[in-house]
C-alpha cells in the first residue's frame, strides 16, 4: 500500500471530517431553533461537542505519526471550512457570497504554503 494511503495518512482525515460535522452542529445548530432558552441550546451543543472530541483526539494523536502539529491544525482548519460552508448553504439555507468565497481561497493558499514545499 501505498504511503499516502496508510491509516495514519487517512484515518485523521476520516474522523477530522467526522468530528467538524458534529462541532458545526454544537457551535451553529442552535440558530435554528432561537426560541430555546439559551441554557438548554448551551447544554444540547455541549453534549454534542463531547463527540467531537472523541473523534478529534484520536485523530491527532494517529495522525501526529505522520504529520505535524502545524499540519494537523491546517487540515483541520481547511475541513472546518469545508464543512461550514456546506453547512450554512444546505441547513441553515444562507447564501455563500464571493466575499466568503475568495477568503476561503485565501485560507486554502496558506494551507497550500504549510503542506508545500519550502519557499525560497
Do not use: D
Not at 447544554?43 to 494537523?72: C, D, K
Not at 471550512?81 to 475568495?102: D, G, Q, R, W
Amino acid at each position: 500500500m501505498p504511503a499516502a494511503l496508510s491509516l495514519p495518512h487517512i484515518l485523521p482525515i476520516i474522523f477530522l471530517v467526522c468530528s467538524n460535522v458534529f462541532m458545526t452542529f454544537a457551535w451553529y445548530g442552535h440558530l435554528k431553533f432561537k426560541s430555546t432558552a439559551l441554557w438548554i441550546a448551551v447544554l444540547v451543543s455541549w453534549g454534542i461537542a463531547f463527540f467531537e472530541y472523541w473523534l478529534a483526539v484520536p485523530a491527532n494523536r494517529i495522525g501526529h505519526a505522520v504529520y505535524s502539529a502545524a499540519e494537523l491544525k491546517t487540515m483541520q482548519e481547511v475541513i472546518t471550512l469545508c464543512v461550514f460552508a456546506a453547512f450554512s448553504v444546505f441547513y441553515l439555507k444562507e447564501p455563500m457570497t464571493i466575499n466568503h468565497a475568495i477568503g476561503f481561497t485565501l485560507i486554502f493558499i496558506g494551507a497550500y504554503f504549510v503542506f508545500g514545499k519550502p519557499v525560497g
